[in-house]
């Protein structure tokens, strides 16, 4: 039986001291930064949740979108990130803001407002969203938006009075819309 080579050889990439692996201040030239040439290691450095903020920041210009969706989608990530990355010319971008649980309200109110349908049905799913925001979700043009803001609302909502009020006013919105 032959021996396969590659299970013999000891992994030279990890370390079993934690702080070897820890990462550290990423200067302009250092040795650490030139890891970052390589997209992989970009992406999941940027959806580790115990990667720093100051290096999300730094990720969330990148040229490569995959690299900026990870950084919307990392708990982690600063608020003034995401504000930032809510206006990505990616939609898989504005998404993963509009799904992240620490995107702050007045970005998630943007984000109700934004062309692509994607990203309205992302923000009217976050468990997280402030009540006005699915409210004036339930009156979106889209029907499977108004659909799932309302699901969010029943979900979010125990008051069933003031459920039933969100459905009757929606539907009766809907109907002055098609008259």
């Known amino acids: ?5 590659r299970e013999s050889q000891p992994d030279t990439k990890t370390s079993a001291d934690p702080e070897t692996e820890r990462l550290g201040p990423l200067e302009k030239g250092s040795e650490e930064m030139k890891e970052f ?5 970009r992406r999941v450095v940027a959806g580790n949740p115990n990667t720093p903020e100051q290096v999300l920041s730094r990720l969330s210009g990148d040229h490569v979108s995959t690299i900026r ?21 990616d939609l898989d971008v504005r998404l993963a803001v509009a799904e992240n649980s620490n995107t702050p309200k007045e970005t998630l109110s943007l984000l109700a407002g934004d062309s692509d349908v994607d990203v309205r049905y992302g923000v009217a799913e976050n468990p997280h969203m402030p009540e006005d925001i699915l409210i004036n979700l339930t009156k979106d043009d889209n029907p499977y938006v ?8 029943q979900m979010l909502s125990p008051d069933a009075q003031f459920r039933l009020n969100i459905l009757w006013q929606s539907a009766f919105e809907e109907e002055q819309r098609r008259a």
């Not at 039986?1 to 080579?5: A, H, L, S």
């Open 1 to 5: 039986m032959k021996e396969d080579k």
């Open 69 to 89: 969706r990870h950084v919307a989608e990392n708990p982690r990530t600063p608020s003034d990130v995401l504000k930032k990355l809510a206006s990505d010319a």
């Open 146 to 153: 108004r659909c799932r803001a309302l699901k969010t609302l």
């Open 37 to 41: 040439d390589d997209v992989h290691v």
